[in-house]
Each structure stands twice: as C-alpha cells, then as structure tokens.
Antibody, heavy 118, light 113 residues
Framework: QVQLVESGGGLVKPGESLRLSCAASGFTFSDYHMSWIRQTPGKGLEWISFIAPGGNFMNYADSVKGRFTISRDNARNSLYLQLNSLRADDAAVYYC???????????WGQGALVTVSS | EIVLTQSPGTLSLSPGERVTLSCRASQSVSYNYLAWYQQKVGQAPRLLLSGASTRATGIPDRFSGSGSGTEFTLTISRLEPEDFAVYYCQQYGTSPLYDSSALTFGGGTKLEL
C-alpha cells in the first residue's frame, strides 16, 4: 500500500535551517509529481512546493520562494524540503503528498511538526 | 489566485442527518478540477472526491459531490459517527509548474456533534 513517512521536524530558532524528508513506498515513486503542503491553525492548508517526477522542474509558493528548496532522490524513493531562514510564521505541520499537477493529492504523509521559536 | 470560500465554518449535527457543504471559488475552476478532503483530529487530510464528483478509492457512496464553475457542494447523505471531522475543498485546475499560486484550499467546514 502507498505510504509516505515524513521525518526531520523539530524546534529551531528564527533564522535557522531544517531539512525535512519523506520516505515513499508502495508505488513507483519516480512516476509521480510530489508536493509539500503545510498547515497552521491560522492559515489553514497551504501548498508550498512541487517537483516533477524527474526532479527537473519545481516551483514554490511566494511565501517560501528563495528560502525553501525541494528535491528528490528517485533511487532512494525520497522527497526532501530544505527550509532556510526560518521565520515564526513558518511554524506548521508539513505534509508531503503525492501529485498536484492537474491531479488531486491522493496520498499524504502523517506530517512533520516544525516549531520556530527563540 | 483562486480563493475558495467554504461555508458554513461549523455545523452542529447528529448521526443520521443529511448535510450539504458549500465551496465557492472566486473564479471558475478549470476543468472542474475540485477535490474534497476529510481531516480528523491528529490525522492528515484524506482525499474523498476529485473532479468535483468522483469518489476516491474506498470512499463510501454516502459521500457525493456536485457543481461546476465557481459553485461546488459535498453532500453526506446520512452522517455516521466517523464522519464528524473537518472538510476542505481544493482546486487543482492550474499547473503549479507555471503558477506559484496554482493550488489553493478552502478554509474548511467542521462537522461537530
């Protein structure tokens, strides 16, 4: 069965960095677009980044552009999100999810909590 | 950016009741690419419907969706205890490859006992 398992969340100070990972199993990872979506009590669900199956195209929401970097390793069936210059308003639960390119998000990970506080 | 507005914010209901949730888009959703998700406390969202009306695998037929353009609805014909959750709509009619605001979610409707 399809599984997405995030890791790497934690508590960081403003300005610091964090790397989230998402381990995929149960499907041919290299065939699918993947996304990162975050959720906060205040702003709700927010799509923040997207990467094509081959890793050659990606895009970001304006709120994270220039600070976050999405990548993938198809040999390891893994998706990553590098979060730099973290701010208080980046605190959220971060989900990896399958698809997003003219398709809904049909599978989601359990989420990784990122807390940004001094 | 397409803004999705869900109403009402919260509904107090009882098992067995029928409920219809609304999702209104600020502009037409291309191809009626509108999805509905269910989220329970402490869990990730789960896909219920895509393309406005197509149930995802394993979703019971008490869940149905309709609508087009800017007006969409999710109907639960007979509420079961496990249906009390938050429901979100999401549009995906634009590719995020080309548009940084392509994929948007509504603010959610909470069904409570």
């Amino acid at each position: 069965q399809v599984q997405l398992v995030e890791s790497g969340g934690g508590l960081v100070k403003p300005g610091e960095s964090l790397r989230l990972s998402c381990a995929a199993s149960g499907f041919t990872f290299s065939d699918y677009h993947m996304s990162w979506i975050r959720q906060t009590p205040g702003k709700g669900l927010e799509w923040i980044s997207f990467i094509a199956p081959g890793g050659n195209f990606m895009n970001y929401a304006d709120s994270v552009k220039g600070r976050f970097t999405i990548s993938r390793d198809n040999a390891r069936n893994s998706l990553y999100l590098q979060l730099n210059s973290l701010r208080a308003d980046d605190a959220a639960v971060y989900y990896c999810a399958r698809e997003g390119n003219y398709k809904p998000f049909d599978f989601w990970g359990q989420g990784a909590l990122v807390t940004v506080s001094s | 950016e397409i803004v999705l507005t869900q109403s009402p914010g919260t509904l107090s209901l009882s098992p067995g009741e029928r409920v219809t949730l609304s999702c209104r888009a600020s502009q037409s959703v291309s191809y009626n690419y509108l999805a509905w998700y269910q989220q329970k406390v402490g869990q990730a969202p789960r896909l219920l419907l895509s393309g406005a009306s197509t149930r995802a695998t394993g979703i019971p037929d008490r869940f149905s969706g309709s609508g087009s353009g800017t007006e969409f609805t999710l109907t639960i014909s007979r509420l079961e205890p496990e249906d009390f959750a938050v429901y979100y709509c999401q549009q995906y009619g634009t590719s995020p490859l080309y548009d940084s605001s392509a994929l948007t979610f509504g603010g959610g409707t909470k069904l409570e006992l």
